[in-house]
């Protein structure tokens, strides 16, 4: 029989670690984590793991290859102390736009990721909006590819906008779709194409139509914000009134910050899967929490109940 449930929060995720705990209702494990000044990391347990179901919660954050290492360390320092189970929990995943082949002489670094995270030993993986959904047949161990989606369509149906839904380019249709579906209002597509001949997209035009309506644009995350400061300015010349952005994941690489400070945005709703340093919270950014649906999950798979049943699957 598997054990108890042990929480444990890698330095990425703390606070959000934190939640999850206080809403399963079982504390944080203790472990040390340790980077010696040659940038070597030693993790260490406080206590036994043994036969126990242990969660690493460890997002993907800057410093991103420090956060990685430390997860598969983390893995490997469990499995050896004989935990019967391990689960990591990624609410963000990197190296999710790196899976396929796109052009000559480059890797596939999203499987790269998923092997390694089987080599460490991990028994599961759960995660949050991958950025493609191919990447879970990267992985031979099973794992639960979640959404925030719910999380974010019940916030903005609570704002009852007379709104059209937007997505920054025709990659993002499919789930445009769904959001358009969910909150009952009209779909707009942004399209881009490939300006001379390097690999680099411009918005050229909007099919549907904004004009006098508030605009939601949609997208799984926000990098440099490039592609939403384009989507923005775009609608807001096609006649769109107020301009509300929504992803889950915001990994705002820089310059995002200072392109969205400077866009007639009304609201940028998005999700803690990642943390939001300081000097990056802007005063128009709402952020939903996705520690209720981790924490669920992780009881659900714990408990081996149906995780498909929380969204009516």
Request: charged share 25%; glycine share 6%.
């Amino acid at each position: 029989m598997i054990g108890d449930i042990q929480l444990f929060a890698g330095s990425a995720s703390n606070e959000l670690a934190q939640k999850i705990s206080d809403y399963v209702n079982i504390p944080l494990s203790g472990w040390d984590i340790v980077q010696f000044p040659n940038e070597n990391i030693f993790v260490r347990l406080h206590g036994s793991a043994r036969g126990q179901d242990a969660y690493i919660i460890q997002t993907h954050a800057s410093p991103l290859h420090t956060n990685i290492m430390e997860m598969l360390i983390a893995i490997d320092c469990l499995k050896r102390d004989s935990a019967e189970r391990v689960t990591v929990v990624v609410p963000y995943m990197s190296y999710s736009q790196s899976d396929k082949k796109d052009q000559p002489r480059v890797p596939i670094s999203a499987r790269l990721l998923a092997d390694l995270i089987e080599a460490s030993g991990a028994d599961r993986w759960m995660t949050i909006d991958l950025h493609s959904s191919q990447i879970q047949g990267f992985y031979k161990i099973p794992g639960d590819s979640l959404t925030a989606f719910h999380i974010l369509v019940d916030y903005i149906k609570q704002k009852a906008l007379d709104a059209v839904v937007v997505t920054p380019d025709l990659g993002f249709a499919k789930k445009g779709r769904d959001y358009a579906q969910a909150l009952h209002m009209p779909l707009a597509f942004v399209e881009k194409r490939r300006v001379g001949n390097e690999n680099k997209r411009e918005a050229l035009s909007l099919i549907g139509d904004v004009a006098g309506k508030d605009v939601i644009i949609v997208d799984d995350l926000v990098d440099t914000a490039g592609s939403m400061q384009e989507a923005v300015n775009l609608t807001k010349r096609c006649g769109a009134k107020d301009i509300y952005i929504s992803f889950t994941h915001p990994v705002l690489s820089d310059p995002a910050t200072e392109r969205l400070a400077q866009l007639p945005i009304k609201e940028i709703i998005t999700t803690d899967t990642l943390p939001i340093p300081t000097e990056k919270m802007l005063p128009n950014i709402t952020i939903l929490s996705v520690a209720r649906l981790l924490g669920e999950v992780i009881l659900r798979s714990h408990e081996g109940r149906s995780v498909g049943e929380l969204f009516n699957e």
